[in-house]
């Protein structure tokens, strides 16, 4: 799908609108609604619950191997 067809989709229903650029007559400013900033706020909270409860049946071994990649990734200034 395209770009245009996905943001159509959610103003549709109400998680964005959009508004025409000060700027770029071409361009269209998409931003949240708060209905968006919910189910974002929601998906988010679903999200953790989920890694916590994935998280939550993994042994030490495998825990403190995380870690060390978390680490790892972060001392290389690489982004997660």
Do not use: F, H, Q, W
């Not at 998906?43 to 403190?64: H, N």
């Amino acid at each position: 799908a395209t770009m245009s067809r996905n943001v159509a989709s959610l103003r549709a229903a109400g998680l964005v609108r959009c508004s025409g650029s000060d700027t770029d007559a071409r361009s269209v400013l998409v931003s949240s609604t708060a209905k968006g900033r919910a189910v974002v706020e929601r998906g988010i909270v679903l999200l953790l619950r989920d890694i916590k409860d994935v998280m939550s049946r993994l042994d030490d071994t495998v825990l403190d191997a995380m870690v060390g990649l978390i680490d790892a990734a972060r001392d290389s200034g690489s982004s997660p």
